[in-house]
């Protein structure tokens, strides 16, 4: 049987040895110990399962890959050839491990590995892009997404300006496509707060429109808890937003916003109304009124009179206030115009309701024949419920 506690002894001997950074490491050194690697690391077993093989060593191995690919006395030039593409893939394969634990060393390797080959760096951001794409379009499974993007955030944070092309349609393609995923909340810190989407916002402020295009096409229109999140990340992404770019997106952004305050669900209503909490929006808000307030108004008039929360009610008055307070005779004009709509609206249901009665009481008069509809009504039925 094979004696754990050898190997152990032995990667404990290498992880001092790696760490002293006394000799530079031979070439036979660096292919023997890739092997290692690829030996203790590299291994098949049906999908979604690790047998418990009695080899507790794991962690170790990973410590003494990190410290090996941070060791002054690696040549990056010499070892490229055995931490190769290969390599690479294999290594990011294991990113859909079951074990937190795992995906977490994963994600100190790749971090380092990214630093210190920089001829690799290409060859990481595409292979990574691929997980994405396969997880977005074809399987919607994968263990570690969250982890790969906060990888990609620190690489994010290093790309130089201005941002190439390249960079700006892996957020068009990669990263606005991830919204629509039903295991959002599982990345959504890694995806936006905290990370790559804002991230690309900060580094380029013309990219804000672009975002809020991506989310309103991704928008999760029966989902409310999703539906939460979007609004925190528009937040987010407007608050960075100039003048300028905001008006691109203003009228769309702000008719999915009135959907969102009268939505029955008080989550999505509040979180909606509380954008109006936040200073820099309610600067942009301000400065272009005469189109937003037109947009908004309808959907407070309908919150204040007849929506069922009490919360939601007291942060639709707050709102209509800060409206009223910035421009007074646009705000009473808006609500002159609301009334006439109303009153259009009452007289059309009028209308209709006129022309059913008529309807209803000329078939009832007209004499049944064989071919004739007969109207049936609910008192003249007679089937027991």
Same mark, same amino acid.
């Given at each position: 049987?094979?004696?754990?506690?050898?190997?152990?002894?032995?990667?404990?001997? @290498?992880?001092?040895?790696?760490?002293?950074?006394? !000799?530079?490491? &031979?070439?036979? *050194?660096?292919?023997?110990?890739?092997?290692?690697?690829?030996?203790?690391?590299?291994?098949?077993?049906?999908?979604?399962?690790?047998?418990?093989?009695?080899?507790?060593? =794991?962690?170790?191995?990973?410590?003494? @890959?990190?410290?090996?690919?941070?060791?002054?006395?690696?040549?990056?030039?010499?070892?490229?050839?055995?931490?190769?593409?290969?390599? #690479?893939?294999?290594?990011?394969?294991?990113?859909?491990?079951?074990?937190?634990?795992?995906?977490?060393? @994963?994600?100190? !390797?790749?971090?380092?590995?990214?630093?210190?080959?920089?001829?690799?760096?290409?060859?990481?951001?595409?292979?990574?892009?691929?997980?994405?794409?396969?997880?977005?379009?074809?399987?919607?499974?994968?263990?570690?997404?969250?982890?790969?993007?906060?990888?990609?955030?620190?690489?994010?944070?290093?790309?130089?300006?201005?941002?190439?092309?390249?960079?700006?349609?892996?957020?068009?393609?990669?990263?606005?496509?991830?919204?629509?995923?039903?295991?959002?909340?599982?990345?959504?810190?890694?995806? #936006?707060? &905290?990370?790559?989407?804002?991230?690309? !916002?900060?580094?380029?402020?013309?990219?804000?429109?672009?975002?809020?295009?991506?989310?309103?096409?991704?928008?999760?229109?029966?989902?409310?808890?999703?539906?939460?999140?979007? #609004?925190?990340?528009? +937040? +987010?992404?407007?608050?960075?937003?100039?003048? !300028?770019?905001?008006?691109?997106?203003?009228?769309?952004?702000?008719?999915?916003?009135?959907?969102?305050?009268?939505?029955?669900?008080?989550?999505?209503?509040?979180? *909606?109304?509380?954008?109006?909490?936040?200073?820099?929006?309610?600067?942009?808000?301000?400065?272009?009124? =005469?189109?937003? @307030?037109? #947009?908004?108004?309808?959907?407070?008039?309908?919150?204040?009179?007849?929506?069922?929360?009490?919360?939601?009610?007291?942060?639709?008055?707050?709102?209509?206030?800060?409206?009223? =307070?910035?421009?007074?005779?646009?705000?009473?004009?808006?609500?002159?115009?609301?009334?006439?709509?109303?009153?259009?609206?009452?007289?059309?249901?009028?209308?209709?309701?006129? &022309?059913? *009665?008529?309807?209803?009481?000329?078939?009832?008069?007209?004499?049944?024949?064989?071919?004739?509809?007969?109207?049936? &009504?609910?008192? *003249?039925?007679?089937?027991?419920?």
């Amino acid at each position: 049987t094979f004696d754990f506690a050898v190997k152990r002894q032995t990667l404990l001997e @290498l992880l001092d040895f790696v760490g002293s950074g006394s !000799v530079r490491f &031979t070439e036979p *050194a660096v292919l023997e110990m890739c092997r290692m690697f690829a030996v203790n690391l590299f291994i098949v077993f049906p999908p979604s399962y690790r047998e418990n093989d009695g080899d507790d060593n =794991e962690p170790m191995v990973y410590d003494l @890959l990190v410290k090996f690919i941070t060791s002054s006395c690696l040549d990056a030039k010499m070892s490229k050839k055995y931490l190769n593409h290969g390599f #690479i893939l294999r290594l990011l394969d294991l990113f859909d491990s079951e074990d937190p634990r795992e995906r977490e060393c @994963l994600k100190t !390797v790749l971090h380092r590995l990214y630093g210190k080959f920089m001829v690799h760096r290409p060859f990481i951001r595409k292979s990574m892009s691929n997980i994405f794409y396969r997880f977005v379009f074809e399987t919607e499974k994968h263990g570690g997404i969250a982890e790969l993007l906060e990888v990609f955030g620190s690489i994010v944070s290093g790309f130089a300006l201005p941002l190439k092309e390249e960079h700006k349609m892996f957020l068009w393609r990669v990263l606005i496509p991830l919204h629509k995923a039903k295991s959002l909340g599982s990345y959504f810190q890694q995806l #936006i707060i &905290t990370y790559c989407v804002t991230q690309f !916002v900060d580094k380029e402020p013309k990219l804000g429109s672009v975002v809020v295009n991506g989310l309103l096409k991704f928008w999760p229109v029966t989902n409310s808890q999703k539906e939460v999140m979007f #609004i925190g990340e528009v +937040e +987010e992404v407007v608050e960075g937003m100039s003048v !300028v770019e905001f008006r691109k997106v203003m009228v769309p952004l702000f008719l999915r916003v009135a959907c969102c305050v009268n939505s029955c669900h008080f989550q999505v209503s509040e979180r *909606a109304l509380f954008l109006w909490s936040n200073d820099q929006i309610v600067n942009l808000v301000a400065h272009n009124r =005469e189109a937003i @307030l037109p #947009i908004m108004f309808a959907a407070l008039e309908k919150n204040a009179e007849n929506h069922w929360n009490q919360s939601v009610l007291n942060l639709t008055l707050n709102v209509r206030k800060m409206f009223c =307070e910035m421009d007074e005779d646009l705000f009473m004009s808006c609500h002159a115009r609301y009334q006439e709509e109303e009153a259009k609206q009452c007289s059309v249901m009028e209308k209709r309701k006129e &022309t059913w *009665a008529r309807l209803e009481s000329a078939a009832s008069m007209k004499p049944v024949t064989g071919k004739t509809a007969v109207l049936v &009504t609910p008192s *003249a039925t007679s089937i027991a419920c």
